[in-house]
């Protein structure tokens, strides 16, 4: 029994150490680097505000004030004074792209604002995920559109499992700029938990550039992009796909995104190939 218990305390010790390990060496600093922001005006009435959690956009109309996700910590703070000090006496109505707290901890701060997200979640699990203060107000079943001065709004529900279960999207149809959420990043590999389906993933990516004539692609996190944003992600996770299937060839794929910001075991290639041979059997 001793000698168990002395095995026991020496493993718990070493997951211990690899833990500590994984936290400073990699999530610490991927954390630190997530809350900055960059401010980015786009033009006499958009600005982008990148970083901070999920990049955000604002934009400002006669009538009212687009915000695209309220961010965490920190920033969401800064996000709403600006949104704030841009909107004036005008309306503001946020939009959420998902439930995930980076790009909804600042909800809490738009009170009295009408809050839109995706009508897939439940309101309980709202609440356990991202807190009963960011809960929306306003629950988005399929698509709806705003009229902003010369700009006209796309907000679409994809409505089934891909990043999460009600991933939106939004649409400057004048400006052609995409605001995707976490269903493209640029250079950051994703995390695919819950009931994230890579294989829904590969599906969105063509229906995207199909949907929406995308000059200018916003995504979840990293820098702004284009259409041939969506088309490297899409092949990342072809290559994902391959390498989940051909161990001759796993490294070598894995290898060609070895620049991309990723955590192990959570948001990385191979944490990406794991999540397709789950889903192979």
């Known amino acids: ?22 936290f400073f060496v990699y999530l610490y ?3 630190q680097k997530m809350k900055e922001t960059t401010v980015l005006p786009y033009d006499q009435n958009l600005t982008l505000v ?9 934009l400002s109309s006669d009538s009212m004030v687009l915000v695209i996700d ?5 920033a969401s703070e800064e996000l709403y004074q600006l949104a704030k000090e841009i909107a004036g006496t005008r309306p503001i109505v946020l939009i959420n792209t998902h439930i995930h707290p980076d790009h909804v901890s600042g909800n809490n701060l738009y009170k009295g604002c009408r809050i839109i997200a995706g009508a897939n979640y439940s309101k309980a699990q709202w609440i356990n995920d991202a807190g009963e203060n960011n809960l929306p107000n306003e629950w988005l079943k399929d698509s709806m559109v705003f009229k902003m ?16 279960e009600s991933d939106v999207v939004v649409y400057f149809s004048s400006r052609k700029i995409l605001f995707a959420g976490d269903l493209v990043l640029n250079k950051q590999a994703p995390v695919i938990m819950g ?18 004539d995308v000059k200018v692609l916003v995504p979840g996190h990293g820098s702004m992009g284009d259409v041939e944003t969506i088309n490297v ?15 001759d060839k796993k490294s070598e ?5 070895e620049d991309w910001n990723q955590v192990p075991f959570l948001m990385s290639p191979g944490a990406t190939v794991s999540a397709f041979q789950k889903f192979q059997h």
């Not at 009931?195 to 929406?212: G, N, Q, R, W």
């Not at 992600?233 to 161990?247: C, T």
């Not at 794929?253 to 995104?257: C, G, N, R, T, W």
């Open 233 to 247: 992600f899409k092949q990342y996770f072809l290559d994902m796909k391959e390498a989940s299937v051909n161990a």
């Open 195 to 212: 009931v994230a389906s890579p294989a829904a993933y590969l599906e969105t990516f063509d229906f995207l550039k199909s949907k929406f």
């Open 149 to 164: 001065d010369d700009e006209i709004v796309h907000v679409y529900n994809m409505g089934k499992n891909i990043h999460s």
């Open 1 to 22: 029994m001793k000698k168990f218990l002395k095995w026991t305390g020496l493993s718990v010790l070493v997951l211990l150490l690899v833990a500590a390990v994984l």
């Open 29 to 31: 600093p991927f954390m």
């Open 70 to 74: 309220s961010k965490m910590d920190k």
């Open 253 to 257: 794929l894995i290898s060609k995104y």
């Open 50 to 58: 990148m970083g901070g959690g999920g990049n955000s956009g604002i």
